[in-house]
């Protein structure tokens, strides 16, 4: 019997009895069949990562930009408000070596930014004028700037900017337009004010179609731009606006930023803007405020001016006034051969605007029953005449007044009163006069020739004989002088001693101790009484007139 009988025989089994006997199983080794899990698990992990990526996963873009410069693939984030919308892929180098190509992921949810006119720019630290940008780009590193566009086409390539907007599409305001003759000291960037307050800044600027001036476009920022009307003028801010007149010496500026980078200002007639323009409506651009706000010119008018005296110092631009009060400028200076009358002219054309005359010259100008012509020649009839005048002692600069001359006849053939064609247009024509200047110098020249037919040379002859003349003559009086001392001063001497004591006898004379003096006391005194005496007779003749007959009557006792 094997042990194993023996033992199921203890535990009380019979096998003969049908009973089964327990079998023994080993232990099931079950960790080990974990670790097929951990690859199973990862799998399905990249699986949702890689599903989740591509669900997740973008459009890719191309920007190219001039320069690479702080540009990182796998590093560099594309921003929009500082919200990262994307990173940068790969960076390659142009064919032609002029730009570098910057591939871009985007985020799905950043579908909208590949909108054809979508801007992209590289954030770094930037210092130009007035802006200082980037800063944080010292902590966080260079990125990508981001501003969505608004158009229906889409589009996966762009061009980068070199230089961050200075206005996105996300602010609040409105863009104008600004006509100038140059930049002056205007940059993108310049702040635009109003009443002294910043409300807005320029955003570009480029040569208008002909070349000949600039056109400017500017942002005004919510809620300034309902100050801009068809009322509105706007002029250049920069620098110091310098006035000296009467009242004295007058300096105005907007601020430090506008004298050193320049700016612009806008401000409206008598401070109503009138009806609000609509956004991109262009405006003029004035040199200063002065000639902003100034009333409206009306038409301009060309004048041709012949003058025969010399230019020097009249120059393009010089004014052109009427009793102090500017009509005008100057626009161009020549010179002309007259064949006829065989002289040279030079024929000046300036620009002015009649209006500046007053309301009731325009009034006069639109009446139909005259004619420009007309008119003119009405006020040239009645001595209107050009003639120029100095504007500056130091430099000499000239300017044309017009004025009144009465008196004035112009005459026959004067080439200052026909018209001249210029660009098969008939100009009006005002005649000249010289100006006293003018005329100084030639009576100046006059007096010159007088003078040169002068013999002097035959007068200084005769001068010098007779100073000769007069010098014999003197010395003769010298000599009589002598004679006089010697011969009749002594005599003088002894009639003056007569002439002192004759003096001093009359003074004794007339001395109040002198008896004549007394005497004549005493007998202005006696004068008196008697005088008093005839009055008491008189009295009493007049009393008793009968007295003259009758005689004194006495008294009664």
Do not use: C
């Amino acid at each position: 019997m094997s042990p194993e009988d023996h033992m199921n025989e203890g535990e009380g089994g019979n096998p003969a009895q049908g009973v089964p006997l327990p079998k023994k199983v080993g232990q099931r080794n079950w960790v080990s069949s974990l670790i097929w899990l951990v690859p199973i698990l990862a799998v399905v992990i990249g699986v949702s990562l890689l599903v989740q990526a591509w669900i997740q996963r973008g459009p890719a873009i191309t920007i190219t930009f001039l320069s690479g410069e702080g540009l990182e693939a796998g590093k560099t984030k594309v921003k929009y408000k500082e919200v990262e919308i994307g990173t940068v892929q790969s960076i390659a180098l142009s064919e032609d070596r002029t730009h570098v190509s910057v591939t871009v992921r985007l985020k799905k949810e950043a579908q909208s930014f590949t909108a054809a006119d979508s801007r992209f720019w590289v954030v770094r630290p930037r210092i130009s004028g007035l802006q200082v940008s980037g800063l944080a780009t010292l902590v966080s590193g260079t990125y990508i700037g981001a501003d969505a566009g608004i158009s229906a086409e889409q589009a996966n390539k762009f061009v980068g900017l070199e230089t961050p907007p200075i206005v996105t599409r996300g602010a609040s305001g409105k863009q104008y337009f600004l006509h100038a003759a140059d930049i002056g000291s205007v940059d993108i960037g310049s702040p635009v004010y109003f009443h002294g307050i910043k409300v807005g800044q320029v955003t570009a600027y480029d040569l208008d179609e002909n070349g000949k001036g600039i056109i400017m476009r500017i942002f005004i920022n919510s809620p300034y731009d309902r100050f801009v009307g068809i009322n509105t003028r706007f002029w250049h801010a920069s620098g110091f606006d310098v006035q000296l007149n009467a009242d004295g010496l007058k300096i105005r500026s907007q601020s430090l930023d506008t004298v050193l980078f320049g700016g612009l200002s806008f401000q409206s007639l008598d401070d109503n803007p009138g009806t609000l323009v609509k956004e991109d409506t262009a405006f003029i651009l004035a040199e200063n405020q002065t000639e902003a706000l100034k009333e409206p010119d009306g038409d301009a008018q060309i004048i041709l001016l012949n003058f025969k005296q010399s230019l020097r110092g009249l120059r393009p631009g010089a004014e052109v006034s009427f009793r102090g009060l500017i009509l005008g400028q100057v626009k161009s200076i020549g010179i002309d051969y007259d064949p006829r009358l065989r002289e040279f002219t030079m024929p000046v054309l300036v620009q002015v605007y009649p209006e500046r005359l007053g309301r009731r010259y325009a009034q006069f100008r639109k009446e139909p029953t005259y004619t420009a012509q007309q008119r003119l020649q009405f006020m040239i009839d009645r001595g209107l005449r050009a003639q120029l005048r100095s504007a500056d002692l130091l430099t000499g600069q000239l300017y044309i007044a017009f004025d009144f001359f009465p008196g004035v006849v112009t005459k026959k053939g004067d080439v200052s009163k026909r018209k001249a064609d210029v660009a098969s247009q008939a100009l009006l024509a005002i005649p000249t006069i010289p100006n006293t200047a003018e005329e100084t110098q030639t009576q100046i020249s006059e007096i010159a020739r007088k003078l040169n037919k002068v013999p002097f040379d035959q007068i200084g002859s005769e001068l010098q004989e007779s100073l000769k003349t007069l010098q014999r003559t003197l010395n003769r009086a010298g000599q009589l002088t002598e004679t006089l001392n010697n011969d009749v001063a002594p005599e003088i001497a002894v009639a003056m001693k007569d002439v002192h004591e004759t003096l001093n006898a009359a003074g004794r004379t007339l001395s109040e101790e002198a008896p004549l003096q007394q005497d004549l006391r005493q007998t202005l005194q006696e004068l008196s009484r008697a005088a008093i005496s005839l009055r008491v007779v008189t009295d009493y003749l007049e009393r008793h007139p009968e007295s003259i007959i009758r005689g004194k009557r006495e008294d009664k006792q």
